[in-house]
């Protein structure tokens, strides 16, 4: 089947970090696919320094006629600055990187020749990545889920690791609108669900760019990860409450799991004990949910889980 060669929109949005977004750029410039723009979005305070070594960085690339630099005028968000990425795009697809991760060479050529050869019902694709941790460590995805996948994404169980790992047709964003801007959490997530409530999303096999998780991880508190939960339901409420009945229960399930999770990477008893009181959970249930959680640290790998009744 003859490639179409689709154009492709990579919205890099930045903050905070003008040393990590060149390596993200140049991690672009490396791709064995051509046809693509490259549009960073600065949403840096003006009057920051930040700002400035941004710019004086990104400098050296102003010559390309397919690299796009943009500033915003004050500091907004993330979801403001992909909006603004997606407002001056003109690509076919749609694909987003976060300013600390980088690409592998295939990224584009993967994703693009995937979308070119699946039906439109086929809204977005992803693939397989690596995320490395502070200590130099690596975890890899296993996560190969495809086709409609609204409700496993709702849950927060589809694993594909980041914004920078899905493109989609620019089509769909066309239908289903931009990013939310009122989200400051999840919000590749909440686009993500809106966008798999009325499209499929493909899944291809293979490994196409590293998250860079050493310099994004931060320690929580039990209680901060509690009211991090709490507000995702608060967030999502609307999403999980015009659910049949039968999704529903099985949405708050799998959210409950995430609770149960927190609980015990904290070591926090009167939680763990809380949520078993709530739940529904058989026990053979909850042991597989603790050998899922097991198998994945010492695989070091990452997928969703599945309770062995559940079909969706």
Known sequence: MKRLNSKVSIIIPTFKRPERVVRAVESVLKQD???????????????????????NNLQKYSKLTNFIYIEHSENKNGSAARNTGIRNSNGKYITFLD?????????????????DSIGEEWGL???????????????????????????????????????????????VIDKIGVFDETFIRNQDLEFLVRALKSYKIKYVDEITFLIH????????????????????????NSYISSLSTKDRILVN???????????????????LYEVIRRSSYSLKELLEFIFYLIKRTLTKTSYGFKFKEVTH
Do not use: H, W
Request: proline residues 1%; glycine residues 4%.
């Open 99 to 115: 300013d600390d991760d980088e690409y592998y060479e295939n990224k584009l050529r993967i994703q693009a020749n995937c979308l």
């Open 213 to 236: 998780n050493e310099v994004r991880e931060m320690k929580f508190s039990y209680k901060d990860l509690k009211v991090i939960n709490e507000n995702y339901r608060l967030k999502f």
């Open 125 to 171: 694709c992803y693939t397989s990545y690596e995320k490395i941790d502070r200590f130099g460590n690596r975890q890899y995805s296993l996560e190969k889920s495809e086709g409609n996948l609204y409700i496993q994404a709702l849950s927060k169980n589809l694993f594909i690791g980041s914004g920078s790992n899905f493109m989609i047709r620019k089509s």
């Open 33 to 55: 696919y051509d046809n693509y723009e490259i549009i960073v979005v600065d949403d840096n305070d003006p009057n920051s320094k930040e700002r400035k070594e941004t710019s």
């Open 253 to 271: 399930k799998y959210l409950d799991l995430i609770d149960f999770k927190t609980a015990i990477s904290c070591l926090n008893l009167k939680g």
